[in-house]
């Protein structure tokens, strides 16, 4: 390792605890730049990444895509466009799930999420009606009041 990486700071906040902006200026901090292109996040320059900081964009991919496309010039506009259209979520972002575990998942016919006890979701873009938003969601919608359509036919 060069001398030069090694006297890097180390990410010591948990992704889950700040939101976009604050992650954006920790790494402005590290001598990184965040860009989109192409609907996918770029890190510059590749020197500086170390695993911290490629965890900590990974776990907040869909948080960064959505902040940036917000405030994306026109040259982004595709990816603009793209990211601030969809309106799913992933598990990681719900406070429902804890220890990667679901914990409002039921076995019974008419629950938010039918599942067995201890139910481990994949982690996948998706519209769940137990979705509850943590507190740096811009939406603090719930998933039954965001997707009204996924209970009409279960009740």
């Known amino acids: 390792m060069s001398p030069s990486r090694s006297r890097m700071p180390i990410v010591t906040t948990k992704s889950s605890d700040m939101g976009a902006p604050e992650i954006l200026t920790q790494l402005r901090s590290l001598g990184l730049t965040l860009t989109v292109r192409r609907e996918k996040l770029r890190i510059e320059p590749k020197s500086k990444i170390t695993d911290e900081t490629r965890f900590l964009v990974r776990d907040s991919k869909d948080d960064l895509l959505a902040y940036l496309c917000l405030s994306s010039e026109a040259s982004h506009e595709?990816?603009?466009?793209?990211a601030c259209q969809d309106d799913r979520r992933r598990c990681t972002q719900c406070l429902n799930l804890r220890r990667e575990i679901c914990i409002i998942a039921k076995?019974?016919?008419?629950?938010?999420?039918?599942?067995?006890?201890?139910?481990?979701?994949?982690?996948?873009?998706?519209?769940?009606?137990?979705?509850?938003?943590?507190p740096n969601d811009t939406d603090q919608r719930t998933g039954v009041e965001r997707w009204t359509n996924l209970t009409e036919t279960f009740q």
């Open 107 to 134: 076995p019974e016919r008419g629950a938010l999420v039918v599942a067995s006890r201890g139910y481990r979701p994949v982690n996948l873009l998706l519209r769940c009606a137990g979705y509850t938003p943590k």
């Open 78 to 82: 595709r990816a603009t466009a793209i």
